[in-house]
């Protein structure tokens, strides 16, 4: 079966830096892009990063400078590095595999930016 497991959600004090990570397994890591989305509360889920299978990268306007998507296909993971935080990056983030028509998604984990 085909599992992303992701890490690394916690408490994070605003400007702060944090990484997650997402695992996969069950699929040919190095042939999917692999995303981050979030969902803060009370909002519609949102693409944050994604990296396709040739490394390209493209982030939303809301983090650009500030985050960046990384992949180990060697490792069949991919990680979100997270500078700068904001309070309005307060959300789960779930970890997305997706090649053609089809998206895999983790449970998620909740990141809170707080002082």
């Known amino acids: 079966q085909v599992q992303l497991v992701e890490s690394g959600g916690g408490l994070v004090q605003p400007g702060e830096s944090h990484r997650l990570s997402c695992t996969a397994s069950?699929?040919?890591?190095?042939?999917?892009?692999m995303g981050w989305y979030r969902q803060a509360p009370g909002k519609q889920r949102e693409l944050v990063a994604h990296?396709?299978?040739?490394?390209?990268?493209n982030y939303a306007d809301s983090v650009k400078g500030r985050f960046t998507i990384s992949r180990d296909n060697a490792k069949n993971a991919v990680f979100l590095q997270m500078n700068s935080l904001k309070p309005e990056d307060t959300a789960v983030y779930y970890c997305?595999?997706?090649?053609?028509?089809?998206?895999?998604w983790g449970k998620g984990t909740l990141v809170t930016v707080s002082s």
């Open positions: 069950g699929i040919t890591f190095s042939l999917y892009g």
């Open positions: 990296i396709t299978s040739g490394g390209s990268t």
């Open positions: 997305n595999a997706n090649l053609g028509g089809e998206y895999y």
